[in-house]
């Protein structure tokens, strides 16, 4: 099982990034699947998460309205759109894939991460 990040750069405050995980050898329609970031010096924090029908999304309160995830189940594939980011956004982003509820830390499956920095 692979989860695949891309899409993440550096990127001028009040930008856009659209973040890609692409998944292999499972198929994320039976997952539910997550965007969580990590910080230097911070524990890793959930961003935002949508459930295996992409009927219910949820987001940590500070990307509420800027951020949008969603999945492309033909494309085996999760993305995040971001928007108006803040150089508060500046993380590494993980992807994260859980078959039983809502993705979290301790989550079946995760990739290798892709770094987003916002310059003020």
């Known amino acids: 099982v692979q989860l695949v990040e891309s899409g993440g750069g550096l990127v001028q405050a009040g930008g856009s990034l659209r973040l890609s995980c692409a998944a292999s050898?499972?198929?994320?329609?039976?997952?539910?699947m997550g965007w969580f970031r990590q910080a230097p010096g911070n524990e890793r924090e959930f961003v935002a998460a949508?459930?295996?029908?992409?009927?219910?999304?949820y987001y940590t309160g500070s990307v509420k309205g800027r951020f949008t995830i969603s999945r492309d189940n033909a494309k085996n594939t999760v993305y995040l759109q971001m928007n108006g980011l803040k150089p508060e956004d500046t993380a590494v982003y993980y992807c994260?894939?859980?078959?039983?509820?809502?993705?979290?830390?301790?989550?079946?499956?995760w990739g290798q991460g892709t770094q987003v920095t916002v310059s003020s």
């Open positions: 994260a894939a859980d078959g039983r509820k809502l993705p979290t830390a301790s989550s079946d499956y």
């Open positions: 050898g499972l198929t994320i329609s039976t997952y539910n």
């Open positions: 949508i459930v295996k029908s992409g009927t219910s999304t």
